[in-house]
């Protein structure tokens, strides 16, 4: 009785398991990505941008700000994007500073998908309220 009991146990496990594997689809915009910044309305505020996109999605990574104020200063980027190349839940957070939220959708620059190209929304809180700034970001496949 323990036996049949336990390998019930083992094989609910190993379909929960295998249930949450996925599809199996993965998201195009995977892998390592680096590139450049900019804000033109911010006073030409730039840096770059490096991040990687996982299988399903997730962004990590970093900013680093070529701002005269801010130069060298570096945060960290977390996010998805889900298989439209739609950022969901991505915040920049420098340190010292509240997150920025980042929205916007990513577009390959090329069939071969080897370059994105986007123009997001960066959404700065302050003390007024929040104030959007356009942000252009170029990103080559590494």
């Not at 049949?4 to 599809?23: D, E, M, N, P």
């Not at 010292?96 to 069939?111: D, E, N």
């Amino acid at each position: 009785m323990a036996s049949h009991f336990r390998l019930a146990i083992v094989s609910t496990i190993l379909l929960i398991v295998w249930g949450c594997g996925g599809s199996g689809a993965n998201n195009p915009f995977e892998g390592n990505w680096a590139g450049t910044w900019s804000e033109a309305g911010n006073g030409g505020v730039s840096g770059t941008w490096t991040i990687a996109v996982s299988t399903t999605g997730l962004i990590t990574g970093s900013a680093t700000s070529d701002a005269p104020a801010h130069e060298g200063l570096t945060g960290a980027i977390i996010g998805r994007v889900d298989t439209s190349g739609n950022l969901t839940n991505t915040t920049c957070t420098y340190a010292g500073f509240p997150p920025t939220t980042i929205t916007g959708q990513m577009l390959f620059t090329s069939s071969a998908d080897t370059g994105i190209s986007c123009t997001l929304t960066e959404n700065v809180p302050n003390p007024q309220g929040g104030m959007n700034y356009a942000m252009t970001l170029l990103l080559t496949k590494q």
